[in-house]
């Protein structure tokens, strides 16, 4: 199995990992920080699916961690289809929520305008949130497509 | 290059293209008959972005057609990754339209209740063409995954 730049258990992998997980903690932060979030589906999905980004990102960065420390290889076809598998569903996960989100926020910035009509809403907080989100998932995406194409190339 | 099932140039591979052609279309269909869709952003960027993939497909529905018709091969690396960069290019502003659309349909279904204050409002055509475009993307998703295979087992 080739080595590539981001692949497990290298220096690289170690950064996306950490990219993911430090922006999707972020998002949720500034989600959970506005007021009245959690009357909107969307945004309360975008909480979800950023922490099950977090979590899958800061175990794989544990793991990363691990192998660097000890000089373990990760590269085996088992190890690998399981990165992608969990990879995969995670980014089409957090690219819908930062997309259903951003949707709403710019319904209600620009299309319904609530954010004039409601000074209350904390639109800025939920604009920040979902760029975040994006962030997030160009991240996952660049691990997405480092882990497919490990798996497709052995 | 192995062949495998969905690559160009093979029966598979023209069926995926149909079904992206036809769901994006129907999808299309409905959001323009929907009265008033055209007041929110997130709803005309699905028309452009379900428009655009409807005439992706059709270009290499047509030279699937004129592939099998003419027994040529479709599978050398430099089509092959143009087909994959259209076709993840394309997946991607799918999936992005379906689940921003589909934020603010459950927003206004559900979470604010317009459907219920404002009757005119064609709320189950918003809904069946996002259901519609999330078609779409399943199938213009299996295309991508097939493009990336090939290109990455070359």
Same mark, same amino acid.
């Given at each position: 199995?080739?080595? =590539? =730049?981001?692949?497990?258990?290298? =220096?690289?992998? /170690?950064?996306?990992?950490? @990219? ?17 979030? *959690? ?9 979800? *699916? ?6 899958? *990102?800061? @175990?794989?960065? #544990? ?5 660097? +420390?000890?000089? +373990? ?6 190890? !690998?289809? /399981?990165?992608? !598998? @969990? ?7 957090? /690219?819908?929520?930062? #997309?259903?989100? @951003?949707? =709403? ?9 609530? #954010?004039?009509?409601?000074?209350? /809403? ?33």
């Amino acid at each position: 199995m080739k080595v =590539v =730049v981001g692949s497990p258990g290298t =220096v690289g992998g /170690l950064l996306l990992r950490t @990219g993911q997980c430090l922006f999707a903690s972020a998002s949720i932060a500034f989600m959970v920080s506005a007021s009245g979030f *959690s009357s909107y589906t969307a945004f309360c999905y975008l909480v979800a *699916s950023m922490g099950l980004q977090a979590l899958w *990102s800061l @175990g794989l960065g #544990c793991l990363d961690t691990y192998a660097l +420390r000890m000089k +373990r290889d990760l590269h085996n076809p088992i190890l !690998v289809s /399981l990165f992608v !598998v @969990g990879d995969w569903v995670t980014a089409t996960l957090s /690219l819908a929520a930062a #997309c259903s989100s @951003g949707g =709403v926020s710019v319904l209600f910035s620009k299309d319904v305008g609530f #954010c004039s009509a409601y000074p209350l /809403l904390s639109c800025k907080k939920f604009e920040i949130s979902v760029v975040l989100a994006f962030a997030t998932w160009l991240f996952i995406a660049m691990s997405s497509l480092v882990m497919f194409w490990l798996l497709a190339s052995v």
